[in-house]
């Protein structure tokens, strides 16, 4: 019983000297590969995020996997993030495949009802989001946008309208 809770204190100083280093070697290359790594999160950012802080734990935790090794992995993993990204602001095709597109939700104050049943938004979460951005009527929205990231964008009716920011939304009606 004793083995459950503590092993030795080479196995926790180990710890201690992997994770710093893991954690060091982790931080150094996010700032090399720069802003863009882990932004807002899509689901392509969301995997490479998810799959850093697997690696990060393998390295902290399995004593068969060297320091070398993890450190590898981030940088493999921040490359295939660094060069993805990189094709997509030089490719509409590879942009494309891995990020989605907004989806317009309301639209001239009326819910778009497919885009909400598709998109699986609710007209209350739509609603809540209009309240947070002191909004009082659904007739005061310009529109209501699903970006790639899952936030909501509200944009309030004002004389110019809404067109110039929505100009890479698809109108979809109802």
């Known amino acids: 019983m004793e083995q459950f809770f503590f ?7 180990r710890t201690l000297v992997i994770g710093m280093a893991a954690y060091a070697g982790l931080i150094v290359l996010l700032r090399l590969s720069g802003k863009r790594t882990l932004t807002k999160m899509n689901a392509f950012d969301l995997i490479v995020t998810v799959a850093l802080g697997s690696t990060l734990a393998t390295v902290l935790l399995n004593k068969s996997v060297p320091l070398a090794d993890g450190l590898t992995a981030f940088a493999l993993l921040i490359f295939l993030q660094y060069a993805l990204t990189w094709l997509s602001v030089r490719s509409k095709t590879v942009s494309k495949l891995i990020k989605s597109e907004p989806t317009l939700l309301v639209y001239q104050g009326a819910f778009l009802s497919a885009a909400l049943k598709a998109e699986r938004v609710t007209e209350a979460e739509i609603l809540a989001g209009l309240r947070e951005q002191g909004v009082a009527s659904l007739a005061d929205a310009a529109a209501v946008v699903l970006e790639t990231g899952g936030d909501l964008s ?6 110019d309208g809404p067109q110039s920011v929505l100009q890479d939304v698809p109108l979809k009606q109802k």
């Open 7 to 13: 092993s030795n204190w080479t196995s926790i100083a």
């Open 154 to 159: 509200i944009l309030k009716n004002t004389s």
